[in-house]
């Protein structure tokens, strides 16, 4: 294929995408929450086409027995594999011929919004699935685990679950509880440490005294003295995400060994390509998902 630029616009045009992919390295997007509340694995290689962790619990009772017993009961582990694909997730920018000759004479930036959008659509993607799956994908999301437990919290003294219309001593209680019922029910194993809820809910917990004439909002108050929750985020995607269409909170431990965001390989800008009178930039990334290996580290209660 013949060449669409000459030297002078070749070396142009190159030097301008090194810093328009710096440049977009830079923009954060806080709205994308997906990368914040979910730790990160990229020790996958970014060539494997799928990821298979196990898990395994062990099985079997000890009784006492005379000195002549042959039939020992037997202890053993009992495993589960897990498979789930990994994705290519893309975008594009490109500019045209006419508009890096242009550039290159008189000598100013090529726009890199262009690229900034690829990335922006790609991140988008990766949160979108992180938060919902792809089922067409086969790509595991939060949302669509089906193991996680969905519990509605209690009504208040006014007859509704509504925090708007709680007392601090209610929401306080519905914290609580919800941290109990996990510590409780998993034999003390799971102790979540987050507090996640929409962010009209996030700004009810910093903006509520916790008592009439109290120096201490409801978030400050639970942070103080809470044995489990150690920090509370806004994510808009808690809005409506119960399964009648209710704000909810999710309480979960963001450790690593309890979840995973799978990203083989990072957002990436390939190469330019000529194609027609445009220099095309593909921009992709490896993905996998969210894996979560102990659903029970997390619980989401609805109704506030």
């Not at 890199?112 to 067409?136: C, H, L, S, T, Y």
């Not at 509880?177 to 799971?190: L, R």
């Not at 507090?195 to 009209?200: D, G, K, R, S, Y």
């Not at 965001?261 to 490896?286: C, G, K, R």
Request: with cysteine; hydrophobic share 40%; net charge negative.
């Amino acid at each position: 294929m013949p060449k669409l630029l000459d030297a002078t616009g070749a070396v142009f045009f190159q030097r301008e995408l090194e810093h328009i992919k710096s440049q977009t390295y830079d923009v954060q997007y806080g709205d994308l929450m997906y990368r914040e509340l979910f730790p990160v694995n990229s020790d996958v290689n970014p060539g494997a086409t799928t990821i298979t962790y196990r898990t395994y619990d062990s099985v079997g009772t000890a009784n006492i027995i005379n000195s002549y017993s042959s039939d020992l009961p037997r202890a053993d582990v009992a495993g589960k594999e897990t498979t789930i694909p990994v994705r290519t997730i893309a975008a594009s920018f490109g500019y045209s011929v006419k508009e890096i000759k242009s550039a290159s004479m008189a000598n100013f930036s090529l726009d890199q919004r262009r690229a900034g959008a690829a990335r922006r659509a790609i991140e988008e993607k990766m949160n979108e699935v992180a938060f919902n799956g792809d089922a067409e994908s086969n790509l595991p999301g939060l949302f669509s685990n089906t193991d996680i437990t969905e519990t509605a919290v209690a009504d208040g003294a006014s007859a509704t679950k509504v925090w708007v219309d709680k007392t601090p001593d209610e929401i306080i209680l519905d914290v609580t509880n919800a941290c109990s019922v996990m510590y409780e029910g998993t034999q003390k194993v799971e102790k979540p440490s987050r507090l996640v809820c929409p962010p009209a809910q996030w700004n009810l917990l910093w903006s509520t005294p916790r008592a009439t004439g109290s120096d201490m909002n409801i978030a400050q108050w639970i942070l103080a003295n809470s044995p489990f929750i150690k920090e509370i985020v806004a994510s808009q995607e808690m809005q409506a995400a119960g399964s009648g269409g209710e704000d909810m909170f999710m309480i979960y431990n963001p450790d690593p060994s309890k979840l995973q965001l799978e990203i083989p390989e990072d957002i990436t800008f390939l190469p330019a390509q000529e194609q027609n009178l445009e220099m095309v930039v593909p921009v992709t990334s490896e993905f996998a998902g969210l894996n979560i290996y102990y659903p029970k580290s997390l619980a989401f209660w609805i109704g506030i």
